[in-house]
Antibody, heavy 124, light 110 residues
Framework: QLQLQESGPGLVKPSETLSLTCTVS??????????WGWIRQPPGKGLEWIGS???????KYNPALNSRVTVSVDTSKNQFSLTVNSVTAADTAVYYC????????????????WGQGTLVSVSS | QSVVTQPPSASGTPGQRVTISCSGS????????VNWYQQLPGTAPKLLIY???QRPSGIPDRFSGSKSGTSASLVISGLQSEDEADYYC???????????FGGGTKLTVV
């Protein structure tokens, strides 16, 4: 059974860089079938897709966050990571990692399964 | 403000049939499949419906999805108390070249 687990600091200072890692178990991140993505949810608010990556490093990003976000993959560790630069209080959220299903036209389809999520707070 | 619109809330009594709508445009729902996610209180979202109307293994057939034009709907039949959750629709948007989520609908079972 595929499982994903987020890890990283729970508190980041404003203007600094947020870094999270997702460890995949029960399956290989090197599968050519899937992408691996990040989604976030500010407290009490809705979901926002951040970006996704495949095993070869091909990425897709939310245009609203593109300039500050990088998603990377480490197939040797079966992990993928997220960095968000120049964070503000608006980046405070629960961050989820998940498996992402691509379509032949280059878009992304369903997300399943999801990690349990990790809360990252941006505060001095 | 999401480009895909859901009602912020919905409610029903046990056993009732509830419909949650998801309204978009030709660049998202009109040209791409819609997926639905259920988020129970305090938990991560879970895939509920994919490809507009398909249920993943383990999802009860009380849950069904449909799409027509630039709108999609999630129907929950035989409502149960454990269905109380937030529900999100999520299509791809060709204009934005990215995935979008609806604002979410909080379902209350009264």
């Amino acid at each position: 059974q595929l499982q994903l687990q987020e890890s990283g600091p729970g508190l980041v200072k404003p203007s600094e860089t947020l870094s999270l890692t997702c460890t995949v178990s029960g399956g290989s991140i090197s599968s050519s079938t899937y992408y691996w993505g990040w989604i976030r949810q500010p407290p009490g608010k809705g979901l926002e897709w951040i970006g996704s990556i495949n095993y070869a490093g091909r990425t897709k990003y939310n245009p609203a966050l593109n300039s500050r976000v990088t998603v990377s993959v480490d197939t040797s560790k079966n992990q993928f990571s997220l960095t968000v630069n120049s964070v503000t209080a608006a980046d405070t959220a629960v961050y989820y990692c998940a498996r992402d299903a691509p379509l032949m036209d280059g878009s992304l389809n369903w997300i399943d399964p999801w990690g349990q999520g990790t809360l990252v707070s941006v505060s001095s | 403000q999401s480009v895909v619109t859901q009602p912020p809330s919905a409610s029903g009594t046990p056993g009732q049939r509830v419909t949650i709508s998801c309204s978009g445009s030709s660049s998202n729902i009109g040209s791409n499949t819609v997926n639905w996610y259920q988020q129970l209180p305090g938990t991560a979202p879970k895939l509920l419906i994919y490809h507009n109307d398909q249920r993943p293994s383990g999802i009860p057939d009380r849950f069904s999805g449909s799409k027509s034009g630039t709108s999609a709907s999630l129907v929950i039949s035989g409502l149960q108390s454990e269905d109380e959750a937030d529900y999100y629709c999520a299509p791809w948007d060709d204009s934005l070249n990215g995935r979008v989520f609806g604002g979410g609908t909080k379902l209350t079972v009264v």
